[in-house]
Each structure stands twice: as structure tokens, then as C-alpha cells.
């Protein structure tokens, strides 16, 4: 027979989770029961480091909702970041605005805001040189949502960026 404490607790595998802005699957997230709600039980910080790393390495150009994601990760105002680049408030604005479609800033800026993201996560030396190269020439754009999965701490082994 279960507990009363088994029965308001379930592990989930592959949990669509929205957090972020846009769709990123968890590879196991732990859920426990608040009434009649399911509500999701993750260590937030550490998603939220791990989706931004997975969004600056991203193969691709970045959509208008990770560009926010990353602004907000940064904890950037929009005239903060704006500022950083030499650009307006608005045109940061109209960069987040296009959603999911391709934010449309200048490859330079991207690839820096991309590396103020990593050494931001503490990004070695050496692996920031390597991301500084793969950097060099802008991705293609990608056709549709790209699919984020990860590994929440203590969850079962996922490929980052899937």
C-alpha cells in the first residue's frame, strides 16, 4: 500500500516545461500534489542556468523569445542591454517582439550577447576561446521551435540541446 506521502509525489519523464518563454524538455521532473493540481518541483536557478547555456551554445539564430530570456538571465534592462551594444530600448524591444521567429539583431551583437551569457556562467578560459571560434560565422536560422531538452538536477541523463 502506498503512504499518503508516495501518493502526492510522481516523477515525470520528458515534462514540457514553459518557463523559459518557449517549449524546453525536461529529461525527469518531480511533480507533487497541491490539491487537486500537479505543481512542478525543480531547482529553478539551476534550470534556468542550464537553459541559458544551452540557448548561447544554440546552433542556430536566436528567436525573439530567447533573446528575452537571455536579457532577462543577464539581468539586463531593455535600455541596459540596449546601452551595452549601442542600440535603443526599442530596438531591443522589436528584437524580443518577433517571438519565435528569428530576432533579426546583427550577428556581432548576437554572438555578444551570447558570450556575455557564458561568462556569466563562469565559462573557463579555454572553453570560452572555443566558443569565441565557433562563434566566428552566424548559424543558419532554424525552421520552427528549436527543441531544447535537458537534465534537471538528480532527473535521468538528457541531451542538452537534443
Known amino acids: 500500500m502506498k503512504t499518503k506521502a508516495v501518493q502526492n509525489r510522481k516523477t515525470v519523464t520528458n515534462y514540457h516545461y514553459h518557463g523559459c518563454g518557449f517549449p524546453v524538455e525536461l529529461g525527469s521532473a518531480s511533480l507533487f500534489r497541491v490539491g487537486d493540481e500537479w505543481v512542478l518541483e525543480i531547482p529553478y536557478g539551476e534550470v534556468e542556468r542550464a537553459v541559458a547555456e544551452a540557448v548561447a551554445r544554440k546552433p542556430a539564430r536566436l528567436t525573439g523569445v530567447e533573446a528575452r530570456f537571455l536579457r532577462q538571465f543577464l539581468e539586463r534592462s531593455l535600455q541596459g542591454l540596449a546601452g551595452r551594444f549601442d542600440y535603443s530600448a526599442p530596438a531591443v524591444l522589436k528584437w524580443e517582439r518577433r517571438g519565435d521567429a528569428p530576432a533579426g539583431m546583427h550577428w556581432p551583437v548576437e554572438k555578444d550577447l551570447r558570450l556575455m551569457v557564458l561568462e556569466q556562467l563562469g565559462s573557463t578560459p579555454r572553453r570560452f576561446l572555443a566558443d569565441y571560434?565557433?562563434?566566428?560565422?552566424?548559424?543558419?536560422?532554424?525552421?520552427?521551435?528549436?527543441?531544447?531538452?535537458?537534465?534537471?538536477?538528480?532527473?535521468?541523463?538528457?541531451?542538452?540541446c537534443a
Open 133 to 160: 571560434r565557433s562563434l566566428a560565422t552566424p548559424p543558419e536560422e532554424a525552421d520552427g521551435p528549436y527543441p531544447y531538452k535537458i537534465t534537471v538536477p538528480g532527473g535521468t541523463p538528457a541531451d542538452r
